[in-house]
């Protein structure tokens, strides 16, 4: 198995006709393709196995609101992360140089976290609230200068609705303090 593998990344054996040298680089692309759908199916198949045990142990709902949410986020990265790496493999594999390609990522990825900062923000700030379990969905807090009931609670921002019926969209990275009413 091991030398079968090593076939499909080591350059093709001279005398090869064209239609071979094709037929033997679409196979390393489907055998590539299935392996990343494979990892990516059991990766899944974890995060749901992960997920039904933790929420077993729970006992609120807003617990395993959390467990989902988080179970959510990761499998997300996951899948992405994934995604990314099978497709460069593939691109690898047909022997297109992905040095470049790695290049240019690494400078627009700098390039967008200065440009994005405050949205970089309010995903980890979401997090670390969701982790931390500082604020539940139906928590009465203030936060950021307005005080209501928690709708929803997402990775981005936190609806509010104030006693007097107004939605309040507060960003994560607006949250510095929280007081949790409701604790």
Do not use: C
Request: hydrophobic content about 50%.
């Amino acid at each position: 198995m091991n030398s079968f593998v090593r076939s499909l990344w080591s350059p093709r054996p001279q005398g090869l006709s064209p239609w071979s040298s094709l037929a033997l680089d679409a196979l390393g692309v489907l055998l590539i393709l299935l392996l990343g759908w494979i990892v990516w199916k059991l990766t899944a198949r974890f995060m749901r196995t992960f997920e039904a045990q933790a929420s077993k142990r729970l006992d609120s709902v807003a617990e395993r609101k959390r467990v989902e949410t988080v179970s959510r986020v990761l499998d997300y990265v996951a899948s992405v992360l994934i995604g990314v790496l099978t497709f460069m493999t593939v691109l690898a594999k047909l022997g297109i140089s992905i040095a470049p390609l790695l290049a240019t990522a690494g400078v627009a990825g700098v390039a967008v976290g200065f440009g994005a900062q405050t949205l970089v923000k309010d995903y980890f700030t979401g997090l670390v609230l969701l982790i931390e379990d500082q604020i539940r969905q139906g928590d009465t807090v203030e936060v950021a200068g307005k005080t209501g009931v928690v709708e929803e609670l997402t990775l981005r921002y936190v609806r509010l609705r104030d006693a007097q019926g107004a939605v309040h969209f507060v960003p994560n990275s607006a949250i510095t303090t929280v007081t949790n009413q409701s604790r």
